[in-house]
């Protein structure tokens, strides 16, 4: 079998990396990906403005972070300054000593007592728990199926809160909590409970996506409130509010409610090469596993879940290929029908603004092998560090697979 001829992407102005949600699961193979782009000649602009010793950002750096979720975690402590070698001993565990980049301390261990606070309020929801039972019962003898506000046991808002994981950032990780300290630009996605609204905190601000017009761009918000916000993910961790600067009080939700891999964050900010990486694949027959109706109902939800999600995404990435594609063969086309060079580039432009797309972008999505089962299958939110350091090493295979098929000028 001939190999298929590698993707040429020529030299860019800049680079941004996407991260995904997917709770802990996510963040280590976000790590794995992370080594492969390292080892690939990609380096990552990192650190304080105040760092007067740092250099600035080479041909292949990373300068704009954007995370979600779990990925929101990676994306903090990377644009922060801490090495790949100190973020991965965070997770699984491993001398710390060594690896700081910008730090006089290395990035504390991650543990359950630190980043998951039992919420005191499921006390007083649960308080009135055996009234609703008697309310439904009685509602079944009736011949009345119960109503949702009945099944009060179903209004509890989270087990979890993502107050001490914003706390742990807050005191023990970031050296600041502002956006606009920071060298490279970095961006946090939220989503507003009550306003169906995606929120994207940052320094920056930009118009609203054509294809979400109700999202909003949103400074003055703290790097830790907005890693907890981004991370609520519903039933484990309740909504976690934030007080804006006129007073009111918004409630936050899992980043990735509204929108997969926000991508148009990364060419808002001016990036030519946008690099994605990703956990949600689903899983694809293999002989060695056989039905996933055989390991029950959780392997059973993920699938529809990750199902879901990787069709959002896939249309995301075709709608991407067939507008550059689009403007690819309209240029073609001019140049061979002999067109005054100044109308073709004029013509572009029209496309670029009607398609909602520059000619110039390039993607690279990086996401487990179809058949990596033991990804598919690993739990979302462990700290396991032998269980996370498998999941790392699938991520570099991923990321390494991934670069194979591109060929950078």
């Not at 600035?56 to 704009?64: N, Y």
């Not at 306003?195 to 601000?205: C, H, L, S």
């Not at 400074?219 to 519903?234: F, G």
């Not at 690819?328 to 100044?342: F, N």
Request: hydrophobic share 35%.
């Amino acid at each position: 079998m001939v190999a298929a001829p590698k993707k040429r992407i020529p030299k860019k102005k800049k680079i941004a990396l996407v991260l995904s949600g997917g709770g802990t699961k996510a963040a280590a193979f976000h790590i794995g990906v992370a080594y492969a782009l390292k080892e690939g000649g990609f380096e990552f602009y990192q650190g304080l403005k105040s760092d007067q010793n740092a250099a600035p950002p080479g041909e292949r750096a990373i300068q704009t972070y954007v995370g979600s979720s779990g990925g929101s975690f990676i994306a903090a402590v990377m644009a922060a300054g801490y090495s790949l070698e100190n973020i991965s001993a965070s997770f699984m565990g491993q001398g710390q000593e060594s690896g700081m980049k910008f730090h006089p301390r290395p990035l504390p261990r991650l543990q359950y007592s630190k980043v998951f606070k039992i919420r005191p309020e499921i006390a007083k929801e649960q308080a009135n728990q055996f009234q609703t039972i008697k309310n439904i019962m009685s509602s079944l003898i009736d011949g009345r199926f119960p109503s949702l506000l009945q099944l009060k046991w179903l209004r509890m808002t989270g087990i979890f809160s993502t107050q001490g994981l914003e706390q742990f950032l807050r005191e023990e990780v970031l050296p600041s909590n502002r956006f606009e300290d920071y060298r490279p630009e970095l961006f946090i996605v939220g989503t507003q409970l009550n306003e169906a609204r995606k929120v994207i905190f940052g320094k920056n601000e930009y118009p609203p996506p054509p294809h979400d017009p109700t999202a909003l761009y949103m400074r003055n918000i703290s790097i830790s409130d907005s890693i907890a916000a981004s991370t609520a993910l519903p039933v484990i961790f309740a909504p976690y509010p934030i007080i804006h600067e006129s007073g009111d009080k918004y409630y936050y939700i899992d980043g990735e409610t509204r929108e997969t891999l926000s991508t148009h964050i990364a060419v808002d900010a001016g990036a030519d090469l946008v690099i994605q990486s990703y956990t949600h694949q689903p899983y694809r027959w293999v002989r060695e596993v056989g039905s996933l109706t055989k390991l029950g109902l959780p392997a059973i939800v993920i699938q529809g879940i990750y199902t879901l999600l990787e069709q959002k995404i896939n249309s995301m990435y075709e709608s991407y290929l067939s507008k550059k594609n689009a403007m690819i063969s309209v240029s073609k086309y001019c140049k061979e029908a002999g067109v005054d060079p100044e109308i073709t580039e004029k013509i572009i432009q029209v496309l670029e603004a009607e398609l909602h797309q520059k000619r110039n972008i390039d993607l690279i999505p990086i996401h487990p092998d179809p058949t990596d089962t033991k990804t598919f299958l690993a739990e979302h939110l462990t700290l396991n560090p032998n269980k996370l350091g498998e999941i790392v090493k699938a991520g570099y295979r991923a990321g390494k697979r991934a670069l194979s098929e591109y060929e950078f000028e």
